[in-house]
């Protein structure tokens, strides 16, 4: 991923969007990882909030059968659902 943050997971991260509220400006990245304990091709996801040298990120959040899966249920969640999960990690 060319031109991307250096942050744990970003080689298995995409690029989801922004959140921006003032001042303030994350780059949102969902990162994907195949859930060796499920196996059978299960899929697990997690959110990274990064803005310059600032990163938060959710735990494991998602599990599906599929990449595609897992970034639609990603799409399900409003930019105020994401500002709610970024806020709850804190500073």
Same mark, same amino acid.
Do not use: N
């Given at each position: %991923?060319?031109?991307? #943050? =250096?942050? #744990?997971?970003?080689?298995?991260?995409?690029?989801?969007?922004? &959140?921006?509220?003032?001042?303030?400006? *994350?780059?949102?990245? &969902?990162?994907?990882?195949?859930?060796?304990?499920?196996?059978? !091709? =299960? /899929?697990?996801?997690?959110?990274?909030?990064?803005?310059?040298?600032?990163?938060? %990120?959710?735990?494991? /959040?998602?599990?599906? *059968?599929?990449?595609?899966? /897992?970034?639609?249920?990603? !799409?399900?969640?409003? =930019?105020?659902? &994401? *500002?709610?999960?970024?806020?709850?990690?804190?500073?």
């Amino acid at each position: %991923m060319a031109g991307s #943050p =250096a942050f #744990p997971g970003h080689e298995r991260s995409k690029h989801m969007g922004e &959140l921006r509220r003032g001042d303030e400006h *994350w780059d949102v990245y &969902l990162e994907l990882q195949p859930d060796v304990e499920i196996g059978g !091709g =299960a /899929v697990r996801g997690r959110i990274h909030f990064v803005e310059r040298d600032r990163h938060r %990120m959710t735990g494991w /959040v998602f599990l599906e *059968w599929q990449e595609r899966e /897992v970034q639609e249920r990603f !799409g399900e969640f409003s =930019a105020v659902e &994401l *500002w709610h999960f970024l806020e709850a990690l804190g500073s």
